[in-house]
């Protein structure tokens, strides 16, 4: 090989790991899916009850930014991720429909859920209405 065409091979490569490297698209952060879980809870119109505990699991595009968990807008909590997910907790205080919301640098995910009126059995709950 002519040292002009070793050049121009040495030139291509170096251009086309550049033009990766640079074009290559960065990931953002983001909470890909909210999922409410009811846990032990049960009821004939919804699972979710007031005073009952529920799970907000949000699955993350990035795991090690914090994530904010709003019911209705209000904030509830901030969230250090483990794993690629985001747990909280969550006990509705209050009868009806609530809009949940997992946010993670300005990328949000949410749920829909009716909320009954929940009594507690030790860990589970029973919930009514909805």
Known sequence: MSDRKFAIAVAAIGTALL????????ASAGVSQLTVKPNLSVGSATNYGTGCTHQLLARLSVGIIPVAFYDNGVLLAVVAPTDG?????????????????????????????????GFRFGESCVVSGG
């Open 19 to 26: 033009a990766t490297t640079i074009g290559a698209p960065s």
């Open 85 to 117: 997910v985001a747990m909280y907790n969550w006990v509705p205080s209050y009868t009806g429909a609530h809009a949940l919301i997992a946010v993670q640098e300005g990328i949000a995910s949410g749920a829909n859920v009716s909320v009954g009126r």
